[in-house]
């Protein structure tokens, strides 16, 4: 950390996005105009399973306003169908393939099956009314034990089952050491004291950010396809945009919009929409836009979860965790989705099935079954809300047949030395869990709360406290990222100074509503000793930024960021070397000089300084006389990967207090603990905290796709998918015990994205102390207001 | 297409035009005004608030009503509630505060906020977490709004 | 997504203009538009097709709320916004104020109105239960001038379906004053804060001597449309104000009653539940009332 001073980094900083944001001049893709620009509006299939026996598009294509119609059958031999490599995972698969517009059959209720591309809105949203479409029945698929089970309907034709994956993830790759391993493992339940066995389902729900999805391209002969789109990943979209259309990859520009409204990792994968819009565009030779209904993407993508855990603990008697068995079924829904397929939240969920405690032995293993529904598409605690549900209302019912305080029988299993590799081969690089923990205990006043608990519950009232902790990938390193989504984990950033003492950033990802613009400033304006506002960050567009992943996996606060601090670095050093020699200073490296208050000042004479534009314009503007082998001009592109996959920690309690009359409850306090390294700007991570908190308990309590017994989608609107408002929430204490990190030049670790995993488990073990005298233990989700009464009921009558 | 010519003033510029009778307010609004701070959410059901505008003064959601209703009127828009230059104690705290984060519900909110403070200058926390019951936001987790309109609501009292 | 071609815009300035209007298209092809905060999510959705809307705003005589001796006349026109903030509606008309003040949120209440909530009568609504409960009359005026007037329960039908012909507009909703002491409360419950609800119950009570004299037990969210249950206000009658057991009694017999229905959001079993526990709620706060 050479030359870097005190100052920006960790200090409260107002962002500097707000300000568009906040007066309406916030430019999200719906806000962009081309001339001439058309409009497509998809007729998507009232079916969930069924064959496609005529398309009538005469009425459509027939109406005024009207410039093209398009059906499957028209684009199949137009476009390569996916998979495509560049959005195939590394991973042992079956991957479907398909086309944007759906071919011969549909496999869900929403499918895309035609597109309708007019002047005007109004007149595409007409004319995709008027195509008819005769579809002949087929039996629906609807959950993913009956479409693994023998002589199930296969929905994939030409495949032979419905498993698109399956993996053992602790017996290694063949069968006789997977067969030793669960002998090994089982000799350990059959000597444990305790033994708990559980199903855990968690149900379909994701994260429906307010922005839909949506995109603009254009084709010119000349610069070939460019287009906007909401997405993550601009760069993987670009490559694989290049090879579904055959299009160069060196005339196909992709720009993510500045402004995003929110992400959440449904905007990461390569989808089926923007594949046509490109290509529409290119074959009419006009712009074509298309913005995503709310009711579109309820129904085609935001849907993630969906997963089944058969678990089993072995504890000793006094509470040392032994062993855990997990056998999972994912429904993946079609797996029609480039990048992700439905399968790879599931099998993240299974890596991060052990969470933070000292397992000495696993046997996990997860099988991802096809079914007649949108594929799972990835959702901020990507794969692991229901893995991390299932750990943590089992630690406290292995707690309780311990008869022990839940939060003890964490402390007790907690890997106390990092770093550690889990069970599941992740990788936990630093930080120290007992002390995050230890400040949570200090927040909860336990003993304090089971005092009040008891004195309540001899009035008739029900509180609970709830505990829950969890470990979250803080980026993804190359060693996981390469495998899981054939692409590379480093961070990457241009830093451009400009003559006149400012410095331009550039970030190939692309943020959605972050604070990448703010964050990046503060570390870049520290290193440089300058002011954030003289520090302009461009993201997202791959004309300009170099190589990136994408926005995924709370990448920025480690990866980026770090890239961009390494840039700097680079560049210092060079203003070092030539500010040296120019004032022909002996025995002096770049190291000696200060990078402070605008000054570049020599520590070994501080009477000798620069101001930062001065230093600066010297290299840009005026390069001669320079050190032999020494160029003109200051910037760099740095790409940074850490020695090893890195991880964040938190540790959650939740309070809560439940009418038994009918199953109601109300949240009456929420504090979180958190290591998440050096801070580099306090409010953003406390709003990444806070806004990922009320999303998991959002998705618990209120949150569910809701399909009927013939597949047809029952919740594609905010009136019957509900979120969470203001007043359904507490407010969310946030409070710190950080440890930096060492991998990174800040010691930031990116975090956000895996935050919401431990939410359902915290609030579900809150409730189930409340109603510990009814012995309730609250084994899947949603957790709602009507089946938890009816647990009580029946614990009532019993009784 | 049925057309109809509405005369609306927003942000206290008039626009005579004609419309398609069907025209959506929150279209209008965008797409003839140019006025791209207001934000769609929903597709039919007016539930997510960030497309929200006052109209004489009053919020209200600008999916559910077509333009036509609105002839005769005075809009404001989140582009109108910054007065020669000066952002409102309202937008200045929720920059303070870090009341946004992708900033796409913003406008909506601020919008039905605005109106939230003049009718309630000094709100309980709880009062506006029910005053913000008809803006989704999916990224904050609502508790920097409510610190936000707290502190709009000192400054302006 | 957006409403299909419409023709016609029309913005009357009097009962007969609108109802001329009304009567110039054929059964269905024109709708009135009061608030339009339910008509307009089913026009974006095509699942109501007009070819003309009538936009009530203009209409005169059609909003505001009269507190007189004889009760309370409210325009139908009125906004919730207006009739959450009037203070004047207590004791027997003070569930309005309930229902009206957590109907959708600010921007709905500010644009909806009790007429149109009234008229269009969904499923679950907070109007046609508060309606009746508070046996509110609606007065309906035809083309030819002539008016009716009909008691709340009789014009409201199962879900979207009233009374109303196709010649007639809603044009006031009276509230009777009560003969002694009298309170009213509404309340009801959905999965998220002011939801549609799953349940509503309006509970309407005339208190003597500190017992209830008569009341009214109304309940809205009902897949057969909102209903009174008899067999729970007969029950109230005689039950002491502070008399929990007996409230909750009442209840019972009122959850027993009602036919309830499975969704999304409930199954039948709780339901009733919600009818049992919102309705005591809801009357205990109605004794309070109508104790001042």
Redesign the interface.
């Known amino acids: 950390m050479t030359g870097t001073s005190e100052g920006w980094v960790g200090r409260h900083f107002h962002r500097k996005e707000d300000h568009r944001l906040i007066t309406g001049r916030g430019k999200f893709l719906a806000d962009l105009a081309r001339p001439g620009a058309l409009h497509i509006v998809f007729k998507r299939s009232d079916h969930a399973h069924a064959t496609i026996e005529s398309i009538d598009v005469s009425a459509a294509r027939a109406m005024a306003g009207v410039v093209a119609v398009v059906t499957g059958d028209d684009i199949k031999d137009e476009i390569l169908p996916m998979p495509q490599p560049v959005v195939q995972p590394a991973l042992p698969a079956t991957y479907p393939k398909h086309w944007p517009l759906a071919v011969g059959k549909v496999k869900w209720h929403g499918e895309p099956v035609a597109a309708v591309v007019a002047r005007d809105p109004y007149i595409a949203a007409d004319a995709a009314e008027a195509i008819e479409v005769a579809y002949d029945p087929l039996p629906y698929v609807g959950d993913p034990e009956s479409a693994l089970a023998e002589g199930a309907t296969i929905v994939h034709e030409d495949w032979p089952d419905n498993v698109i994956f399956q993996m053992d993830f602790t017996g290694g790759a063949d069968e006789e050491s997977q067969k030793a391993h669960e002998a090994k493992v089982q000799e350990v339940f059959d000597s444990a004291d305790i033994v708990l066995k559980q199903r855990f389902t968690c149900h379909r729900c994701g994260v429906a950010p307010m922005e839909t999805r949506g995109a603009l391209f254009e084709w010119d002969e000349s610069d070939g396809l460019t287009g906007w789109l909401t997405t993550q990943r601009p760069h993987i979209d670009r490559l694989a945009l290049s090879d579904i259309l055959e299009i160069p990859a060196e005339k196909v520009r992709i720009i993510a919009p500045r402004d995003q409204g929110g992400g959440f990792g449904v905007k990461a994968p390569f989808y089926r929409e923007p594949m046509l819009i490109a290509y529409m565009a290119k074959k009419l030779g006009r712009p074509v836009r298309w913005i995503e209904t709310r009711q579109e993407h309820l129904m085609a993508v935001s849907q993630e979860r969906d997963q089944i855990h058969d678990l089993e603990v072995a504890a000793a008697s006094d509470g040392k965790l032994l062993a855990i068995r997990d056998r999972g079924i994912a429904d993946c829904g079609d797996g029609c989705e480039g990048v992700y397929w439905g399968f790879l939240m599931p099998f993240l969920g299974a890596v991060e099935l052990p969470n933070a405690y000292d397992w000495p032995i696993g046997d996990i293993k997860v099988k991802v079954a096809i079914t007649n529904k949108s594929a799972l598409s990835p959702a901020r605690a990507f794969g692991e809300f229901p893995t991390r549900f299932a750990m943590e209302r089992a630690i406290d019912m292995v707690a309780k047949r311990c008869g022990m305080e839940p939060a003890d029988m964490r402390r007790k299993n907690l890997v106390a030395t990092l770093p550690h590799m889990s069970i599941t081969n992740e990788y936990f690089d630093s930080g120290d869990f007992i002390k995050v923990w230890d400040n949570l205990m200090a927040e909860a006043d336990l003993p304090g709360f089971r005092a009040r608990q008891a004195e309540a519950r001899a009035e008739g009232r029900y509180l609970g406290i709830g505990f829950g902790l969890g470990v979250e990938l803080s980026g993804v390193a190359s060693e996981l990222f390469v495998p899981m989504e054939n692409q590379p984990g480093y961070g990457a950033a241009t830093v451009r100074l400009d003559p006149r003492g400012k410095v331009l950033v550039f970030e190939g990802d692309a943020p959605g509503g972050q604070g990448h613009e703010t964050t990046v400033a503060q570390a870049v304006a520290q290193s440089f000793g300058i002011h954030p506002n003289d520090v302009v960050v461009t993201t997202g567009d791959t004309g300009t930024t170099p190589f990136g992943s994408g926005t995924v996996g709370a990448r920025a606060g480690s990866y980026f960021v770090s890239a961009a601090v390494q840039a700097c670095e680079f560049l210092k050093d060079k203003i070092g070397r030539i500010m040296a020699h120019d004032l022909a200073l002996a025995d002096t490296s770049p190291a000696d000089f200060e990078f402070r208050d605008g000054f570049v000042t020599y520590q070994k004479d501080t009477n000798i300084k620069k101001t930062f534009r001065e230093a600066v314009e010297r290299v840009i503007m005026a390069p001669i006389n320079l050190p032999e082998g020494e160029s003109g001009g200051l910037e760099h592109t740095a790409f940074f990967e850490a020695e090893k996959p890195m991880i964040a920690f938190n540790a959650d309690v939740c309070t809560v207090e439940v009418d038994i009359e009918t199953g109601q409850f109300k949240i009456l306090s929420w504090t979180t603990s958190e290591d998440v390294g050096q801070i580099i700007n306090p409010q953003i991570v406390e709003g990444q905290m806070q806004g990922a908190i009320v999303q998991g308990l959002s998705n618990t309590m209120f949150e569910e796709f809701v399909y009927d017994e013939n597949g047809q989608q029952l919740t594609a609107d905010f009136e019957n998918y509900k979120l969470a408002t203001a007043a359904d929430v507490p407010d969310i204490k946030v409070t710190h015990a950080p440890t930096p990190c060492p991998y990174t030049p800040l010691g930031s670790r990116g975090i956000g994205e895996g935050r919401p995993s431990d939410v359902p488990g915290t609030l579900c073990n809150a409730i189930c102390d409340a109603l510990e005298p009814f012995g309730i233990e609250i084994t899947d989700l949603p957790l709602r207001p009507d089946s938890l009464w009816r647990k009580i009921q029946a614990a009532r009558g019993a009784s | 297409?049925?057309t109809?010519t509405i005369t609306v003033t927003i942000n206290g510029e008039v626009f005579e035009e004609t419309v398609?009778?069907?025209?959506?307010l929150v279209d209008f609004i965008?797409e003839r005004a140019a006025?791209?701070?207001?934000?769609?959410?929903?597709?039919?059901?007016?539930?997510?608030?960030?497309c929200?505008v006052q109209i004489d003064g009053?919020?209200?959601?600008s999916?559910?009503?077509?333009a036509?209703?609105a002839?005769g009127h005075e809009i404001t828009?989140?582009?109108g509630?910054?007065q020669g230059g000066e952002?409102s104690p309202l937008?200045r705290a929720?920059?303070?505060?870090?009341a946004?984060?992708?900033?796409?519900?913003?406008?909506g909110i601020?919008m039905?906020m605005d109106?939230?403070l003049r009718e309630n200058p000094d709100p309980t926390?709880?009062e506006?977490?029910?005053?913000?019951?008809?803006?989704?936001?999916?990224?904050?987790?609502?508790?920097?709004?409510?610190d936000a309109v707290r502190q709009a609501a000192k400054e302006t009292r | 997504m957006y409403p299909a071609p419409i023709d016609e815009y029309v913005r009357p300035a009097t009962v007969a203009d609108a109802l001329a209007a009304l009567g110039r298209y054929d059964e269905g092809d024109a709708v009135f538009v009061a608030g339009g905060q339910s008509l307009m999510q089913a026009v974006k959705a095509r699942l109501v097709r007009p070819r003309c809307l009538i936009d009530l705003q203009s209409v005169s005589g059609l909003s505001g709320i009269d507190v007189g001796a004889d009760g309370v006349r409210i325009g139908p026109m009125t906004r919730y916004a207006e009739i959450a903030r009037d203070e004047r509606l207590t004791g027997a008309c003070a569930a309005l104020r309930d229902a009206a003040g957590r109907v959708g949120d600010r921007q709905v209440r500010n644009r909806g109105t009790i007429g149109g909530s009234l008229c269009w009568n969904y499923v679950a609504a907070c109007m046609p239960p508060t309606a009746i409960g508070l046996g509110a009359s609606l007065e309906l005026t035809a083309a030819d001038g002539g008016t009716r007037t009909l008691a709340a329960e009789d014009f409201i039908g199962g879900p979207l379906e009233t009374a109303r012909e196709e010649n007639e507009i809603l044009t006031a909703i009276t509230i009777p004053a009560a003969a002694g002491s009298a309170g009213s409360a509404y309340k009801k419950w959905g999965l998220v804060t002011d939801a549609l609800p799953v349940i509503g119950v309006c509970v309407a009570l005339e208190v003597a001597d500190g017992r209830c004299a008569s009341g009214r037990v109304a309940v809205g969210g009902l897949a057969n449309g909102p209903t009174r249950s008899g067999a729970g206000e007969e029950a109230l009658v005689g039950v002491a104000a502070g008399d929990g057991d007996g409230i909750a009694a009442a209840l019972a017999k009122a959850a027993d009653e009602i036919e309830t229905q499975d969704d999304l959001w409930a199954d039948s079993d709780y339901r009733k539940q919600l009818i049992r526990s919102l309705g005591a709620e809801v009357t205990a706060t109605a004794f309070a009332r109508a104790a001042g």
């Open positions: 297409m049925s109809t398609p009778v069907r025209m959506l965008r006025l791209t701070g207001t934000h769609i959410g929903c597709t039919y059901e007016g539930v997510c608030g960030a929200t009053e919020a209200v959601k999916c559910l009503m077509v036509a209703q002839d828009t989140v582009e509630l910054a952002l937008q929720f920059n303070e505060q870090h946004l984060q992708c900033g796409y519900c913003t406008p601020l039905n109106e939230f926390d709880e506006i977490r029910h005053g913000l019951v008809g803006n989704l936001c999916r990224c904050t987790g609502y508790a920097h709004i409510v």
